[in-house]
């Protein structure tokens, strides 16, 4: 086995050599006539020339040697039914799902916005897509009608695929009415929407002419196969925009020989998985980690991919570990606000199952903070693999490489670069490297590698005014600040724009939050700055506590073990001015705090866009904390 010191080299310093040995591993209906063509930095493109097809690599060509294996479980606690589909059973469904695409004039190189929960029609309608090359624009389901319809004027769909509804601890969320709202609200509504209906809302009126009915129109169509459209490898395959933390969200473009090569890869190198093997992301298909390893990875490694629909605590906080026993799965992905969530609960839920099979948990999207990182690696006595990832790169950007190497997990840091990328941790401004230890922004040297994003939507300005106009030289800025150690790991210090200036010093807020976050008796902490007559901005902390219950005098007891906490660790200076203990955090749906609008809350303005809201009883119950400090 090489070392990935070794590889990592060759990937940097060979990269055509390299990448031309790693493009075998997919199937090519004509190779590329160049690995690399770098004329029009920072635009790239990988593999031109070269012709191919995300689907049929993640079906047909597994079609010989598998076709009998399970291609995808996709299980729901919230309707109850798991639906278990061979590669052939795939191949079948994907092809009556791309006739269906065809017979609504959906083409190559038209959008569909595909709007569903984490059910398998999902993935049978992104594989359609990417079957006939039509691009497919995944948006989160539940995401609100006024999210949606941004979307839908950005992506200018042909088609817009629905489930009737979703479904949240039982709860059902009808889609179709948001998806009729979204549609009125927008500029350029699709001519179709294809409603896929599980029978949760069978009363929904259907608008004449527009609306189709998908088991309706399969009856009629039959089992039809499909050809598939050999796309040049830079074609776009598919849009998928940011979450919009911090922002108007973007149309991330991706493209089709770059991206499949970038996801064979990674299921070896980084994810450890071979074909046959099971991999469970529990990311819903909505966001990149969806697309990328609920879907298309997995699939294309010729794996299992086990899809999940529901709360990680329903039926009980053992679920998902009680499906990875009967899966037998063997590389896990997951996010850290997931584990803390499990982590409110009892070890024992984990201890009583039969998880020698598991090998790997990989958690990504936000900072995994060490009491979390600490508890599930003690429940689990497996790695426990922080992976920083952003919607752009589409697959990780710093990792731990186990199918290379297993390098020593050192608690809050994602390890290194992943192969291909050439990162650096430069001074903001000039540009300068960095030494050890040394703070600065984290960015990547172009060209990126296959598998990152190719341009924002019809927007290459765009492109490069949001990544690479943040230094004289080009590079794409993460806009994410880094410090790297003396031995090479990273640890990312959080958002460029999560800086907060106390008295003339600069302080990252995720610092502050891992200083609180020490505290035994914090489960979760978010602090923002806000402005002081004095200082110009102070700290203010919003935590939540391990003990739901706790009284008064143990909240004001924790609120002073935090502030004691971040004196020790930053000086008095960082010393937050308040203290909130609160029941919940506000996040969006992704699990990602919504600090500009705790932000804007706690300076008595207002809160900005709460569409992507998951719980509204959490920044209702922030108004009334900031209402009695
Ligand atoms: P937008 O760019 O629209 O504001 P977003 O940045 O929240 O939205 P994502 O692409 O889903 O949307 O998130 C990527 C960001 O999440 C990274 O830039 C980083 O700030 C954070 N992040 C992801 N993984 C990690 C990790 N392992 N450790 C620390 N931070 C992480
Ligand atoms: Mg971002």
Same mark, same amino acid.
């Given at each position: 086995?090489?070392?990935?010191?070794?590889?990592?080299?060759?990937?940097?310093?060979?990269?055509?050599?390299?990448?031309?040995?790693?493009?075998?591993?997919?199937?090519?209906?004509?190779?590329?006539?160049?690995?690399?063509?770098?004329?029009?930095?920072?635009?790239?493109?990988?593999?031109?020339?070269?012709?191919?097809?995300?689907?049929?690599?993640?079906?047909?060509?597994?079609?010989?040697?598998?076709?009998?294996?399970?291609?995808?479980?996709?299980?729901?606690?919230?309707?109850?039914?798991?639906?278990?589909?061979?590669?052939?059973?795939?191949?079948?469904?994907?092809?009556?799902?791309?006739?269906?695409?065809?017979?609504?004039?959906?083409?190559?190189?038209?959008?569909?916005?595909?709007?569903?929960?984490?059910?398998?029609?999902?993935?049978?309608?992104?594989?359609?897509?990417?079957?006939?090359?039509?691009?497919?624009?995944?948006?989160?389901?539940?995401?609100?009608?006024?999210?949606?319809?941004?979307?839908?004027?950005?992506?200018?769909?042909?088609?817009?695929?629905?489930?009737?509804?979703?479904?949240?601890?039982?709860?059902?969320?009808?889609?179709?009415?948001?998806?009729?709202?979204?549609?009125?609200?927008? *500029?350029?509504?699709?001519?179709?929407?294809?409603?896929?209906?599980?029978?949760?809302?069978?009363?929904?009126?259907?608008?004449?002419?527009?609306?189709?009915?998908?088991?309706?129109?399969?009856?009629?169509?039959?089992?039809?196969?499909?050809?598939?459209?050999?796309?040049?490898?830079?074609?776009?395959?598919?849009?998928?925009?940011?979450?919009?933390?911090?922002?108007?969200?973007?149309?991330?473009?991706?493209?089709?020989?770059?991206?499949?090569?970038?996801?064979?890869? !990674?299921?070896?190198?980084?994810?450890?998985?071979?074909?046959?093997?099971?991999?469970?992301?529990? !990311?819903?298909?909505?966001?990149?980690?969806?697309?990328?390893?609920?879907?298309?990875?997995?699939?294309?490694?010729?794996?299992?991919?086990?899809?999940?629909?529901?709360?990680?605590?329903?039926?009980?906080?053992?679920?998902?570990?009680?499906?990875?026993?009967?899966?037998?799965?063997?590389?896990?992905?997951?996010?850290?606000?997931?584990?803390?969530?499990?982590?409110?609960?009892? =070890?024992?839920?984990?201890?009583?199952?039969?998880?020698?099979?598991?090998?790997?948990?990989?958690?990504?999207?936000?900072?995994?903070?060490?009491?979390?990182?600490?508890?599930?690696?003690?429940?689990?006595?497996?790695?426990?693999?922080?992976?920083?990832?952003?919607?752009?790169?589409?697959?990780?950007?710093?990792?731990?490489?186990?199918?290379?190497?297993?390098?020593?997990?050192?608690?809050?840091?994602?390890?290194?670069?992943?192969?291909?990328?050439?990162?650096?941790?430069?001074?903001?401004? !000039?540009?300068?490297?960095?030494?050890?230890?040394?703070?600065?922004?984290?960015?990547?040297?172009?060209?990126?590698?296959?598998?990152?994003?190719?341009?924002?939507?019809?927007?290459?300005?765009?492109?490069?005014?949001?990544?690479?106009?943040?230094?004289?030289?080009?590079?794409?800025?993460?806009?994410?600040?880094?410090?790297?150690?003396?031995?090479?790991?990273?640890?990312?210090?959080?958002?460029?724009?999560?800086?907060?200036?106390?008295?003339?010093?600069?302080?990252?807020?995720?610092?502050?939050?891992?200083?609180? !976050?020490?505290?035994?008796?914090?489960?979760?902490?978010?602090?923002?700055?806000?402005?002081?007559?004095?200082?110009?901005?102070?700290?203010?902390?919003?935590?939540?506590?391990?003990?739901?219950?706790?009284? =008064?005098?143990?909240?004001?007891?924790?609120?002073?073990?935090? *502030?004691?906490?971040?004196?020790?660790?930053?000086?008095?200076?960082?010393?937050?001015?308040?203290?909130?203990?609160?029941?919940?955090?506000?996040?969006?749906?992704?699990?990602?705090?919504?600090?500009?609008?705790?932000?804007?809350?706690?300076?008595?303005?207002?809160?900005?866009?709460?569409?992507?809201?998951?719980?509204?009883?959490?920044?209702?119950?922030?108004?009334?904390?900031?209402?009695?400090?």
């Amino acid at each position: 086995m090489s070392s990935y010191e070794e590889v990592y080299r060759r990937s940097i310093e060979q990269p055509e050599a390299f990448w031309a040995e790693e493009a075998r591993a997919i199937h090519w209906h004509r190779p590329p006539d160049r690995i690399l063509d770098d004329a029009d930095p920072p635009f790239r493109k990988w593999f031109a020339g070269g012709q191919t097809n995300l689907c049929y690599n993640a079906v047909d060509r597994h079609l010989e040697a598998r076709g009998d294996q399970l291609a995808l479980a996709a299980v729901s606690t919230e309707t109850g039914v798991a639906r278990e589909v061979t590669y052939r059973e795939l191949h079948r469904e994907v092809n009556a799902f791309a006739a269906a695409l065809l017979r609504l004039d959906v083409g190559r190189g038209d959008r569909v916005v595909i709007y569903m929960p984490n059910m398998a029609e999902a993935v049978f309608a992104m594989l359609a897509c990417a079957r006939i090359g039509a691009i497919h624009s995944v948006v989160f389901g539940g995401f609100a009608a006024h999210n949606l319809a941004l979307r839908i004027d950005d992506a200018e769909p042909k088609l817009l695929v629905c489930a009737d509804a979703g479904s949240r601890s039982g709860r059902i969320i009808p889609y179709k009415p948001l998806v009729d709202e979204a549609c009125a609200r927008a *500029q350029s509504p699709p001519p179709h929407v294809l409603i896929v209906s599980r029978g949760l809302d069978p009363a929904q009126p259907r608008v004449a002419g527009r609306d189709v009915d998908y088991a309706e129109l399969r009856a009629q169509l039959g089992d039809a196969e499909v050809p598939v459209a050999w796309l040049e490898s830079n074609e776009p395959s598919y849009l998928l925009y940011t979450s919009g933390t911090t922002g108007r969200p973007k149309g991330v473009q991706r493209d089709v020989g770059g991206y499949a090569v970038a996801m064979a890869q !990674s299921m070896r190198t980084i994810f450890d998985c071979a074909p046959g093997e099971v991999m469970f992301s529990t !990311s819903d298909v909505g966001w990149a980690v969806g697309h990328s390893y609920n879907v298309y990875g997995p699939l294309i490694g010729g794996c299992t991919s086990l899809l999940y629909e529901g709360l990680p605590v329903n039926p009980d906080p053992g679920i998902w570990w009680s499906l990875c026993e009967r899966y037998g799965v063997r590389t896990m992905f997951s996010s850290p606000t997931a584990i803390r969530v499990l982590k409110k609960h009892d =070890a024992a839920y984990l201890r009583e199952r039969d998880l020698s099979k598991l090998r790997y948990l990989f958690l990504a999207g936000e900072p995994l903070d060490e009491p979390t990182a600490q508890w599930i690696t003690e429940a689990l006595g497996k790695p426990v693999i922080d992976n920083y990832w952003q919607t752009e790169t589409g697959w990780p950007a710093l990792t731990l490489m186990p199918g290379l190497d297993m390098k020593p997990v050192r608690f809050g840091s994602p390890g290194f670069p992943n192969l291909g990328y050439r990162m650096k941790v430069v001074r903001e401004g !000039s540009g300068e490297t960095v030494g050890p230890n040394e703070k600065g922004v984290l960015v990547i040297e172009p060209p990126l590698p296959p598998g990152c994003m190719t341009t924002v939507w019809r927007d290459d300005r765009r492109f490069l005014d949001s990544y690479f106009s943040h230094f004289d030289e080009l590079l794409y800025s993460s806009l994410d600040w880094a410090v790297r150690d003396e031995d090479g790991y990273t640890f990312i210090l959080g958002r460029t724009d999560d800086v907060i200036n106390v008295a003339g010093h600069r302080l990252g807020t995720r610092e502050i939050e891992e200083a609180v !976050s020490s505290c035994p008796a914090v489960a979760e902490a978010a602090v923002i700055g806000v402005a002081d007559e004095l200082k110009g901005q102070v700290p203010i902390v919003f935590a939540t506590l391990r003990d739901p219950k706790a009284d =008064a005098a143990a909240r004001e007891q924790a609120a002073r073990d935090m *502030q004691r906490a971040v004196d020790a660790s930053l000086g008095a200076v960082a010393r937050p001015s308040r203290v909130y203990v609160v029941g919940a955090l506000p996040k969006t749906r992704s699990g990602k705090l919504l600090r500009r609008s705790l932000q804007a809350l706690a300076q008595g303005q207002d809160p900005g866009d709460l569409s992507t809201l998951d719980d509204p009883g959490a920044l209702e119950e922030v108004k009334r904390a900031l209402g009695n400090p």
